[in-house]
Each structure stands twice: as structure tokens, then as C-alpha cells.
């Protein structure tokens, strides 16, 4: 329906919001505005302003202003339930242009429901061709799509406009898709909520199961050094085997002769080393072989 809006009052949009106009102001009606119905409007009916998928592909197309888009659905997914709230169910497809490029779309919500309710009630229609009005551009790994936006986008599905009529009729060219034949293929689905993934898809193992193959690696070390940092409690701890090398043996016996300092404690500060006092020895933890 057209209508014309007598005094309305004009705001300005909040700077980085996203932006369901071109326009930097947004229209908001006060007691003294006046609405009444238009009877002979004359221009286009729905207001469609199209983005070429190649703007949306190569990132021309500014991520914070909406984007009405047109196409040949040519693949499609289960939708996934994946969260309690209907609102995130969300459905993947890819539509395709009159030049055979491929947009990726994602329909949240009651707009998935509302494609997967047409192609069951309409199996028979084979070709479908969509516009998505109103949509938000998402990049995900540096791969944008184009995803509804809450309830403010409007889904089209083989709608009897002129937009959808004229774009059918480009497909019907030599290299264009037979409409009695099937022109969309199913997504494989090989993505999984986090329960089916963490519960379902794998092996659960107990904690101890899990630990097991390191206590199995440390109990093979032969070391008698246990650094002052770890618990002197936990003998079995993988900090051992990873600091207690060869090479840190060597280097305490270079620094430290047991046999000249057997007199000396490692418990307490560290004491001058007999050859003078430009030297310091290590504080070090011994321990007894049996």
C-alpha cells in the first residue's frame, strides 16, 4: 500500500548503526503527523534497489547499508535447530544470477520456515527464484554472505511480480535451466551443534584415561632432580621431564661440587662459593639414591 505522511519529524541515524535506507535521517511520527491512504501512486511498488553479487563478493558494497538481492535457488541445506530459540534456526542456501555467479544466503528465523514451507507444499514447482529484500551483508573467514536482517527484511518465493517474472524469463535462454527440472541440490549437512559434536559425533574419556599416556611417558625418565618451582608432593608431574635434562644435569655439576660443599644446605640462602666472592652457588633440591 502507498500513502502520504503529513508532518512527520526527522532524526538523525546513529552514526556506525545499520542502515535500512540510503538515507542518513530516519522519519518518526508525532501527534501532528497526518497519514492517509494514496490511491494513484505511480511508482515501483516494491522499491527494489538490487546489488550486483560481485559488489557483495568483492567487498564494494558497504557492510553497514542493507541490500535487496535477486536469484535462482541452486542449493539448499537442512535448517539447523541447533539453539532453543526458533528466532537463530537458520537455513543455508546459494542463489545464482542470470550470469551463473553464486551468492551464499542465510534465512533466520520464520524466513527459513517460510522457504522450507513452500518447498514442501510446492514440490511440483521445480524452479525457484527468490529476492530477499532488506538484507545484511555477514562475513564469515573472509567469505560474505548475505543474511536476514530480524523482521525488518521481506522474503519473496516465486512471488507474481514483475521483478521475478522478467528475471524467469532470462533463464530461459540456450544456457538457461529447464524449469521442468530440478535446479537446486541438497547441502550435504557436515556441520553439527556444539551437543551433537561434543556429545554424539565423539568418544567421551575420563579424565584419568586422557592423563594416562603422560604418566606412562614420565614414569620412563630416571631423573633425581625435581625443581624447587613444583610440588615436591607430585612426582609423577610432566614438569619434570620437560626440565630436568641431561643438559641442566651437566650444568649443575659445572657449578656445584658436592664433594667440596656437602656442608652446605639447600634450604636456606645461597652461600659464597669458597673460590671468592664474585661467585654465588645455586640453590638447588637433592635428592638421595637408593
Known amino acids: 500500500m502507498a500513502f502520504y505522511i503529513k508532518g512527520p519529524n ?9 542502515k535500512l535506507t540510503p538515507q542518513d535521517q530516519k522519519l518518526t511520527f508525532v501527534q501532528e503527523t497526518v497519514v492517509t491512504e494514496c490511491n494513484d501512486f505511480s511508482g515501483y511498488e516494491f522499491g527494489f534497489s538490487f546489488v550486483d553479487y560481485q559488489n557483495i563478493l568483492s567487498f564494494a558494497h558497504p557492510q553497514d ?11 539448499l541445506a537442512e535448517i539447523q535447530r541447533d539453539h532453543p530459540d526458533k528466532s537463530k534456526h537458520k537455513l543455508n542456501i546459494n542463489i545464482q544470477d542470470a550470469k551463473g555467479l553464486q551468492l551464499r ?23 525457484i527464484v527468490i529476492i530477499l529484500q532488506f538484507g545484511q551483508i555477514n562475513v564469515f573467514r573472509d567469505r560474505p554472505s548475505v543474511n536476514t ?11 507474481d511480480i514483475d521483478e521475478i517474472i522478467h528475471f524467469n524469463k532470462s533463464l530461459d535462454g540456450d544456457d538457461g535451466p529447464d524449469s521442468s ?3 537446486f541440490s541438497v547441502i ?17 574419556n575420563a579424565i584419568a584415561e586422557v592423563w594416562e599416556p603422560v ?12 625443581p624447587s618451582t613444583l610440588d615436591k608432593n607430585e612426582t609423577t608431574s610432566p614438569m619434570k621431564s620437560l626440565t630436568t635434562t641431561s643438559i641442566l644435569k651437566r650444568n649443575l655439576e659445572e657449578v656445584f661440587d658436592l ?8 634450604s636456606k640462602t645461597p652461600k659464597i662459593s669458597p673460590d671468592g666472592p664474585g661467585k654465588q652457588l645455586l640453590k638447588v633440591k637433592l635428592e638421595k639414591n637408593d
Open 10 to 18: 526527522f532524526a538523525a541515524l546513529k552514526i556506525g548503526g545499520f
Open 65 to 75: 547499508t542493507y541490500v535487496d538481492v535477486m536469484g535462482l535457488v541452486v542449493a
Open 105 to 127: 544466503v542465510y534465512l533466520w528465523g520464520d524466513y527459513a520456515y517460510k522457504m522450507q514451507e513452500y518447498i514442501h507444499n510446492n514440490s511440483h514447482n521445480r524452479r
Open 149 to 159: 536482517y530480524f523482521t525488518s527484511s521481506k522474503l519473496f518465493i516465486n512471488s
Open 181 to 183: 527440472t530440478n535446479t
Open 188 to 204: 550435504p549437512s557436515n556441520q553439527l551443534s556444539e551437543y551433537d559434536d561434543f556429545m554424539v559425533k565423539n568418544k567421551l
Open 215 to 226: 604418566e606412562d611417558a614420565i614414569s620412563g625418565t630416571d631423573d633425581n632432580i625435581t
Open 259 to 266: 664433594e667440596s660443599n656437602d656442608h652446605l644446605s639447600s
